[in-house]
């Protein structure tokens, strides 16, 4: 099981393209202190900040220029606005300052260099007196374990680039939510945000097309070569055949419903099947073949990835696309591959949280209510980093810890935000529990009762 990083330790909230996080200063106590966005070409990221909130949007071209105007407005006074992008960047910046929600808007444009990939905003003090942008090479990973990443990020993250082929191809899209993160936790999505774009005729019959060639990226990647070909709704900003190369991953992640280890089989076994490579890679075989179709996949990703700088291979005609099409295939397989690890980081903040909250159980029976304040606020930070709000242990945490506060008498306009939310949540994702629902409203008007009077606190009764 991954290591659990203290809830003190700084961490950033990791931003994918399309979709847009806010943070304000009091999110430190669920250990975040920034937000960090990469893996930008044509995109342009924006970045507001004051003393007290920061945003940042990974906008697109698909991005509606709404989203960028609403987040400025909720940073609010004070704010800084810098775009950082790419050269290739330009046309998205002028599509979305030109709009009617942004032509009036000044912004600080920093065109970045090759070799920055990666532009972190965060703030440098508890008090949020200062804050600062830095920007990263392609060497730095975002997705250590000091990145938070959405629950869903995969799956938000595929679809929304895998939509591309849709808007190209009609030069119509379905309106999602972007907001990513609400500055004190992750945001629910509907199902719908999980399921490419289909419900256009002419999208139906794109994702069709596709879905008939599916046995290999490359495959897929040809057939959207030739569809671009047909003609365009919208101008793409690459190359056809470099624009098919990119998104052909994330479709062909959705066709394979994210087993990225039957990806790359496939992928490999279509390259050196391929009547261009079939001769360096004899049928007769049969070790090879064995490994192909069912060795370990972490055996026949190394023996590949040797391919890239064997010696032997220098003299084969055409060993260089050959080793262009294997080096694509094999960093597919690689991206796929660290959602699993930040799966498992977020399995094991998932069980440290449980396990605090037992803990914290016991306490609360033994009348020891300081231990348990201290622990039910280090679990409610592992389920703020950790869980989407729909998930009952966030609601749980938030009653239990009120009761808590309202044990050891403190500031009940303190607790009372923390019932509201508590209420919030059950009332949203957990109607059926009318009890849960009752027992919270009735804690949250004796908070209020105790504000009007200003008086102690009522004893509360058990946690639940």
Not at 253 to 274: C, F, G, K, P, Q
Request: with cysteine; glycine share 6%; aromatic share 8%.
């Amino acid at each position: 099981m991954p290591d659990v990083i203290d809830i003190q330790t700084p961490h950033w909230i990791y931003v994918p393209q399309g979709y847009v996080a806010h943070l304000i200063v009091s999110a430190s106590s669920m250990g975040a202190e920034g937000l960090l966005t990469d893996g930008f070409s044509a995109c342009n990221i924006f970045v507001f900040r004051n003393a007290r909130r920061i945003a940042l949007c990974h906008a697109d071209a698909k991005t509606p220029p709404m989203v960028i105007a609403d987040t400025l407005k909720w940073v609010g006074e004070g704010a800084t606005q810098t775009i950082y992008r790419r050269a290739m960047g330009r046309p998205v910046q002028e599509q979305l300052l030109n709009s009617d929600e942004l032509k009036d808007v000044s912004f600080d444009i920093q065109e970045v260099a090759g070799n920055v990939d990666q532009v972190l905003v965060r703030f440098l003090s508890e008090e949020g007196k200062r804050s600062e942008i830095s920007t990263f090479p392609p060497g730095y990973d975002a997705h250590d374990a000091m990145v938070l990443h959405h629950p869903e990020e995969e799956k938000l993250q595929t679809v929304q680039k895998a939509n591309g082929l849709s808007s190209i191809c009609t030069g119509e899209y379905i309106v999602r939510k972007r907001l990513i993160f609400d500055a004190s936790a992750w945001m629910d999505f509907e199902e719908g945000a999980f399921m490419p774009d289909r419900h256009f005729p002419a999208a139906k019959q794109v994702w069709g097309r596709v879905s008939q060639h599916q046995g290999s990226a490359f495959e897929v990647a040809a057939e959207i070569e030739k569809i671009i070909s047909e003609g365009v709704s919208v101008p793409i900003l690459q190359s056809p055949e470099s624009y098919a190369a990119d998104i052909s991953t994330s479709v062909m992640t959705i066709l394979h419903n994210y087993d990225h280890e039957a990806i790359l089989r496939a992928n490999i076994v279509a390259l050196v099947e391929s009547p261009q490579h079939s001769r360096f890679f004899p049928s007769q075989n049969q070790e090879f073949s064995a490994l192909l179709a069912a060795g370990p996949i972490n055996l026949l990703y190394g023996i590949m990835h040797r391919l890239l700088t064997d010696n032997i291979m220098d003299a084969w005609p055409g060993v260089a696309a050959f080793r262009e099409k294997l080096n694509a295939c094999l960093f597919a397989y690689q991206e796929g591959s660290k959602y699993e690890t930040i799966a498992s980081a977020r399995q094991a903040l998932v069980a440290r949280s449980d396990a605090l909250a037992t803990e914290a159980k016991k306490h609360y029976k033994e009348e020891c209510y300081e231990a348990a304040e201290n622990l039910y606020a280090e679990c409610l930070g592992h389920i703020r980093r950790s869980c989407l709000p729909s998930d009952k242990r966030f609601s749980g945490v938030l009653y239990n810890l009120a009761r808590v506060h309202m044990k050891l008498k403190h500031e009940p306009s303190a607790i009372v935000e923390m019932l509201k939310e508590c209420i919030e949540l059950r009332e949203a994702h957990d109607p059926g529990n009318t009890p849960g629902i009752a027992k919270a409203k009735l804690a949250l008007e004796e908070c209020r009762q105790a504000i009007s009077a200003k008086r102690v606190l009522p004893t509360p009764g058990q946690t639940t």
